[in-house]
T-cell receptor, first 111, second 112 residues
Framework: SQKIEQNSEALNIQEGKTATLTCNYT??????LQWYRQDPGRGPVFLLL?????KEKRKERLKVTFDTTLKQSLFHITASQPADSATYLC??????????FGAGTILRVKS | DAGVIQSPRHEVTEMGQEVTLRCKPI?????LFWYRQTMMRGLELLIY????????DSGMPEDRFSAKMPNASFSTLKIQPSEPRDSAVYFC??????????FGPGTRLLVL
């Protein structure tokens, strides 16, 4: 069955450093991959989408890579800030089909 | 522009009672999703609709759960009878084309 793995342990980093979150998957061939941010008591918020034929995507301080050979996506936040502290979810999808979400990784940025 | 609207935001009920959760998707979106989130199981898709038609309800836990979408601007998720293990946060999300999903604030359900 499909399996999506994200860092189970919380990631603690110092303000100004680059945070790197990992999303690995098995038994799945997604057409695209998305990253969402979720703050406590709120619904997930879409951040970035990357398609299977794209290697890398950037948006401001965010960068996502997608390696379909390794079956892995990396999500980077450069110059991290305490306001970036949240849970980050990766989600895999195929056109015309539903998204499958990972369990999420908690990021804590300390000043 | 209003996002996805869910009501109620919090619901506390007793085991055996009927619970109805409501969702108003973003105007113009043609897909609607109901999710359940718990610490143990994460974010699980229960059911999704495309153009008001249920497409995949394989995530609905059992017959106690039902969902309807009578029109493009309204959907309900009903649990009858409710059980303590149904306690979770229920999210509704909508999208245009099923890619980027916009989530509502969620309904926090506690079944005693």
């Amino acid at each position: 069955s499909q399996k999506i793995e994200q860092n189970s342990e919380a990631l603690n980093i110092q303000e100004g450093k680059t945070a790197t979150l990992t999303c690995n998957y098995t038994n799945y061939s997604p057409a695209y991959l998305q990253w969402y941010r979720q703050d406590p008591g709120r619904g997930p918020v879409f951040l970035l989408l990357i398609r299977e034929n794209e290697k890398e995507k950037r948006k401001e301080r965010l960068k996502v890579t997608f390696d379909t050979t390794l079956k892995q996506s990396l999500f980077h936040i450069t110059a991290s800030q305490p306001a970036d502290s949240a849970t980050y979810l990766c989600a895999l999808g195929q056109y015309g089909n539903k998204l499958v979400f990972g369990a999420g990784t908690i990021l804590r940025v300390k000043s | 522009d209003a996002g996805v609207i869910q009501s109620p935001r919090h619901e506390v009920t007793e085991m055996g009672q009927e619970v109805t959760l409501r969702c108003k998707p973003i105007s113009g979106h043609n897909s609607l999703f109901w999710y359940r989130q718990t610490m143990m199981r994460g974010l699980e898709l229960l059911i999704y609709f495309n153009n008001n038609v249920p497409i995949d309800d394989s995530g609905m836990p059992e017959d106690r759960f039902s969902a309807k979408m009578p029109n493009a601007s309204f959907s309900t998720l009903k649990i009858q009878p409710s059980e303590p293990r149904d306690s979770a946060v229920y999210f509704c999300a909508s999208s245009f084309g099923q890619e980027t999903q916009y989530f509502g604030p969620g309904t926090r359900l506690l079944v005693l």
